[in-house]
């Protein structure tokens, strides 16, 4: 088993879908692809001065300010914040040197490191949208989460925080014990509805 050290966690899978096994074919329906988190926090405002403290790290890797807005979100290529409550939101990067430099900004009592915590799923696919919305209690069909935007809700039985990306597709950011669960969830519901569903764990490709 691939393991590897981390801040906060003692010993850490690689990849939170080890026990997953799913079809990897070329030619699938969806893809669940797990992505390789290399920083996450739950962050508050505490104050002004801790807030702007962010700024400087937070363009330096594209993004502005932490947006207000409940449901707001904001991305770069491999790091994604998105307001979770009033003054909350959930800063999560792959990016070992964005993690660094955010980590370094971050005031004391400011966030709770969670990377060994969170797991990032993304869904891709055509009918992933039809796909999810019978799933969750959103309705993405009717716009209850445009593109841009995250919400936190259930699927199945599991928590989990979806972010509608702009481009197509959705980043599912369940607790990385529940990881695994969800991934079944899905792939039982594939399967149910005729759709092959592709699982890639962090470090595998899709095979034939």
């Known amino acids: 088993m691939s393991i590897r050290m981390g801040v906060g966690c003692m010993v850490e899978r ?9 079809a990897q074919h070329r030619h699938a329906d969806l893809v669940l692809r797990e992505l390789a988190v290399a920083g996450s926090w ?15 790290p937070l363009e330096r890797i594209g993004m502005g300010m932490l947006p207000a807005e409940p449901g707001a979100a904001q ?9 979770i409550g009033s003054g909350r939101w959930l ?17 004391p009592g400011m966030a709770i490191e969670c990377r060994c915590q969170r797991a990032w799923l993304r869904l891709e696919g055509r009918s992933a949208a039809r796909f ?12 209850d989460l445009p593109p841009g935007r995250a919400a936190a809700t259930r699927l199945g039985q599991v928590d989990v925080l979806v972010h509608a990306r702009p481009e197509g597709g959705y980043d599912l950011l369940p607790a990385r014990s529940f990881a695994a669960a969800l991934a079944e969830t899905l792939q039982d519901a594939a399967v149910a509805e005729g759709d092959r569903l592709a699982i890639v764990p962090v470090g595998q490709g899709i095979g034939v």
């Open 14 to 22: 690689v990849t939170a879908l080890a026990e997953v096994e799913g």
């Open 42 to 56: 739950l962050v508050w405002s505490v104050s002004p001065a801790a807030n702007d403290a962010l700024r400087a």
């Open 75 to 83: 991305r770069t290529t491999g790091t994604l914040v998105a307001t």
């Open 91 to 107: 800063l999560i990067t792959t990016d070992e040197a964005d993690a660094e430099a955010l980590q370094g900004a971050l005031a």
């Open 132 to 143: 999810l919305d019978r799933r969750l209690a959103l309705d993405l069909q009717g716009g």
